[in-house]
Structures are given as structure tokens and as C-alpha cells.
């Protein structure tokens, strides 16, 4: 199953997020994210967190259209979207789309990204879509990217080097090339072909692909 979270960052162009979700998708809320779901018309299964982002009388909503609401006490080590995402996990999601995650705090919005190298979403696709940009975690042996010719796709190294690289369908390709964290070499490359490949030995590559349009 599918599962759809809002966080309560931004939400640019919300009609792209409405059209991604099918009618089985699970949908969780993580706090404030709810008010990203009542814009779009939509009721959450779950919502999860502290709560701090949300008013008395729209917990009283939440609560009134049945919606289940799982509570944890502000002075957490986690954050509002990080218990979504264990949740989510812990039901057995297979994927995960992730709204709202960017925007606002700079800090929130670095460790939103980062979540995705969480141990627990190691074997389930999460991915952070925010307006024309959708990020992922790439892990070896690597993977396919998607989109149009002419698309921005950018590799970013996290948690250390990433090794081994090779594309197929880049117009800059790498080859067998190391991107280590700092300098920006694997920043704003562009697809040549509607399906491009990247090869991965070792590390972690988050991929930030960018589409022209809709």
C-alpha cells in the first residue's frame, strides 16, 4: 500500500499533490499537515504528533469527522514527520510520498531530507515531492530516473562519498566517478532520454529530479 503523508511545511501547487493520490492511498497527517488535507478536500486515516501546530477546535474536527489521532508529548526526540514515517513503516507501507516536507525552517527542512536515510525506510521507495521537484534516496546498486528530456536531475552524497558512479542518459555523464560531500559536482545535470540509469557501488545518493512541466 501506498502512503500519503502531509507535513506542515509548504504545499506549492497543491493540485500536483491531489493528483498523485489514488483512492487506496493511506492518508497520515503529521500535525499541522492536516490543514494541507482539508485545502485539498481530503480527510486523513491518521494523524500523528505533538499537536502544537493545531488549534483546540480543529483537533475537535479531526476528531469529529473520525479521524484517529495518535498523541505524543512536545518534549520528543523525533520529530512530527520522523513518527509519520516510523508509523507508516511499522503498518507495512511499501511507499511512502511526502508532502509539506519543505519550506519554511531551514533546519526542519535539512532534516526532513535526511529522514529519508532513516534505517527503517530501507527497503520501502519514499519520496519527497514539493510543486515540479521530487527527491529520493538512491542506494547500491543504484536505480532508473524517470521524466523528460531536458529534465534537471541533480546527485547529492549524504552521510559520506558516494562511489562507483555511472550514468546512462545524462548529459554530463559520470563514470565510475566518487561525489563526496562539499563541492557541488553532481548538481544540475540534465536528461537526454526519457529513462536515464545510475549506477551505485557504495554510499548514499539523494536525487533531486526536477521536472520542466507538468
Request: charged letters at 20%.
Amino acid at each position: 500500500m501506498q502512503y500519503i503523508i502531509f507535513a506542515n511545511g509548504e504545499l506549492p501547487e497543491p493540485y500536483r499533490a491531489h493528483a498523485c493520490i489514488q483512492p487506496d492511498d493511506f492518508i497520515l497527517a503529521a500535525d499541522g499537515g492536516a490543514k494541507h488535507c482539508w485545502a485539498l478536500g481530503l480527510t486523513p486515516h491518521l494523524a500523528i504528533g505533538d499537536f502544537d501546530s493545531l488549534s483546540t477546535i480543529e483537533l475537535e474536527k479531526l476528531e469529529g469527522a473520525g479521524v484517529t489521532l495518535k498523541r505524543f508529548p512536545p518534549d520528543k526526540d523525533e520529530t512530527d514527520l520522523e513518527l509519520a514515517l516510523l508509523e507508516a513503516a511499522r503498518r507495512g507501507a511499501e511507499a511512502i510520498t511526502i508532502f509539506g516536507a519543505l519550506g519554511g525552517r531551514l533546519d526542519m527542512t535539512l532534516a526532513n531530507l535526511q529522514l529519508l536515510t532513516h534505517p527503517a525506510l530501507e527497503k520501502i521507495h519514499a519520496e519527497v515531492r514539493s510543486g515540479l521537484q521530487t527527491a529520493w534516496l538512491l542506494r547500491p546498486p543504484g536505480g532508473p530516473v524517470r521524466g523528460q528530456v531536458g529534465d534537471t536531475m541533480s546527485l547529492l552524497p549524504l552521510g559520506g562519498a558516494a562511489e562507483g558512479i555511472t550514468t546512462h542518459g545524462l548529459r554530463y555523464p559520470l563514470k565510475g566517478e566518487t561525489l563526496t560531500v562539499g563541492p557541488a559536482r553532481g548538481v544540475s545535470n540534465v536528461l537526454t532520454q526519457p529513462e536515464a540509469y545510475v549506477d551505485l557501488q557504495a554510499g548514499l545518493l539523494l536525487v533531486i529530479h526536477t521536472s520542466q512541466n507538468g
